[in-house]
């Protein structure tokens, strides 16, 4: 069965490092997502994806996170300048289509560190 | 906006119990509801949805879930668990229509399930 991908699995950094990481999204999908969830608090949506531009971000997708998808099957996520306070899992997702019935798969998981 | 509130962040059951895991939301416009279930050192899986139809919905390992639109919530049962139910569950809603693709999460409910 076909799966979404995430590299590094773990990956710590200092507090000022940027970091990318990368996710490799089911083959046929054109939407995908990033997620985080900071240890102990929920789920939440950062920015979706789709024909190579960003058609949805939150609050918290501000100026030092941006997402690219630099050939046909990579999708990254670049924290430009990290904090403390970016320590969290991310998660990447794809779907077909967009649309709250397609349904959103998702990867394992990045555990990020900054120290 | 929408929220989504899991009462329980934590239930232990014995093996072949049943088990209930809450969930309610609130929104103003109308939203698919869903169900997923991390294990362990993977992501975040699809258990159930719930996207129109029949309020009762249920997966294939044996969970059903409930839509109640006049009390908000979609809780998730099972009639008798194993120690491989074992995972955090999340409950999530995403706007209908193609407007909204972003999913909205609960905090998660560890369900850990006890020989």
């Known amino acids: 069965e076909p799966e979404v991908t995430q590299t590094p699995s773990h990956q710590v950094t200092q507090m000022g490092q940027e970091v990318i990481l990368r996710c490799v999204p089911i083959?046929?999908?054109?939407?995908f997502y990033w997620y985080r969830q900071i240890l102990g608090q929920k789920v939440e949506f950062l920015v979706s994806?789709?024909?190579?531009?960003?058609?949805?971000k939150s609050e918290i997708f501000d100026d030092q996170f941006s997402v690219e998808r630099p050939d046909g099957s990579n999708f990254t996520l670049k924290i430009r300048s990290t904090k403390l306070e970016d320590s969290a899992m991310y998660f990447c997702?794809?779907?077909?289509?967009?649309?709250?019935?397609?349904?959103?798969?998702f990867g394992p998981g990045t555990r990020l560190t900054v120290t | 906006a929408q929220s989504v509130t899991q009462l329980d962040s934590q239930v232990p059951v014995f093996e072949e119990a049943p088990v209930e895991l809450r969930c309610n939301y609130s929104s103003s416009v109308s939203v698919y509801l869903f169900w997923y279930v991390q294990y362990p050192n993977q992501g975040l899986q699809l258990l159930l949805k719930?996207?129109?139809?029949?309020?009762l919905v249920e997966s294939i390992n044996g969970f059903e879930a409930e839509f109640n639109k006049s009390q908000t919530s979609f809780h998730l049962r099972k009639p008798s668990v194993h120690i491989s139910d074992t995972a955090e569950y999340f409950c999530?809603?995403?706007?209908?229509?193609?407007?909204?693709?972003?999913?909205?999460f609960g905090e998660g409910t560890q369900l850990t399930v006890n020989p």
């Open positions: 083959s046929n999908h054109l939407y």
């Open positions: 994806f789709y024909n190579n531009e960003i058609s949805e």
């Open positions: 719930y996207l129109s139809g029949s309020t």
């Open positions: 997702a794809s779907s077909e289509a967009s649309g709250g019935s397609y349904e959103q798969y």
């Open positions: 999530a809603v995403r706007p209908r229509g193609t407007s909204g693709s972003r999913l909205t």
